[in-house]
């Protein structure tokens, strides 16, 4: 899958959007709509209101399915929660019973209401949660039952996009298609590292992955994967910080590029989405931008040129 991560915006996306995408040989997309909490203690989503913008929505998501298939991209429709002030999603964990059950209520409605659009619109793949380790480790029973009720209503391939330190973890691998890893493992504390060095780096974790995928016998997938184009960017390529002021476009493509050419040809590796990618590609990214996407930077090349080779 060379996929990319489609993200929402206030508008509906067009053809020319859509050329972007197709341009750099992408064959997957990753369409993302969001449930909104207060904090790491609120049990009740937000989502699917009009005060959201329109591709968070189911609205947007279905436009953007339509638009996608349109152009012989598959889809993996992936439904993330946002808490406020970016609280990191793993650490979502209620103080009672009474608010796990209100928590696990409204999260099973927003799976559902995402899972039947996917079902509906023919898409090739669903996920059923992103980054939510205390949630799984609280709730188990919890998650045995939502994949349970989203079978129910959607056909296609699930996984369920678990942080790179969480993945191993996962108790319900053996009920998905694919383990699903958001792919920021620290491989290397290099200010620009090296092709080989990026590689290198890689090896401990490419070995762990390797033997989850054989105990499980399940593919590995990663449901995101990237590096900003800032110095260091290997070292905790999770960071998001603006306080991160510099510009270095090497070390973005050197770590992508080791990536790829590691992790692709392996029989146990399905591939992965690209963290992330705007619609209005034109006034995205470029080489002042330092942030996450690979859109008018050199690494947009090379992108190109992997999907090509791996597109079969």
Not at 190 to 217: C, D, F, N, R, V
């Amino acid at each position: 899958m060379n996929g990319i991560s489609f993200v929402a915006s206030g508008e509906a996306t067009t053809q020319e959007h859509l050329d972007a995408v197709v341009n750099i040989n992408a064959n997957y997309a990753a369409v993302m709509p969001f449930g909104f909490i207060r904090n790491l203690e609120t049990p009740v989503l937000q989502y699917n209101t009009d005060r959201q913008w329109f591709g968070e929505r189911a609205e947007g998501v279905k436009q953007y399915i339509e638009m996608l298939h349109k152009n012989n991209i598959a889809v993996m429709v992936k439904p993330q929660i946002w808490i406020s002030r970016g609280e990191f999603t793993g650490y979502l964990k209620m103080n009672t019973e009474k608010d796990w059950k209100v928590l696990e209520e409204s999260y099973l409605d927003f799976i559902l209401i995402y899972a039947r659009l996917a079902e509906q619109m023919n898409t090739e793949m669903y996920c059923i949660g992103t980054e939510l380790e205390q949630f799984i480790i609280q709730r188990p029973k919890f998650w045995n039952h939502l994949i349970t009720e989203v079978k129910k209503v959607y056909k296609g391939k699930l996984t369920y996009a678990a942080n790179w330190d969480e993945y191993k973890r996962v108790p319900f691998w053996g009920q998905l298609d694919y383990i699903g890893v958001d792919a920021y493992f620290p491989i290397s504390k290099e200010k620009t590292p090296t092709i080989e060095q990026a590689k290198s780096g890689l090896q401990k974790w490419k070995i762990e992955m390797q033997q989850i995928s054989e105990i499980h016998k399940k593919p590995i997938l990663f449901t995101e994967y990237g590096y900003r184009s800032v110095d260091f960017a290997g070292k905790e390529p999770w960071l998001s910080s603006r306080e991160m002021k510099s510009i270095n476009m090497y070390a973005q493509t050197n770590l992508t590029k080791a990536l790829i050419e590691e992790m692709y040809p392996e029989p146990w590796f399905a591939g992965g989405f690209i963290w992330k990618w705007f619609i209005e590609h034109n006034k995205v990214g470029g080489l002042e931008n330092n942030q996450f996407t690979p859109q008018n930077k050199p690494v947009e090349q090379e992108l190109k040129k992997y999907f090509k080779l791996y597109g079969n």
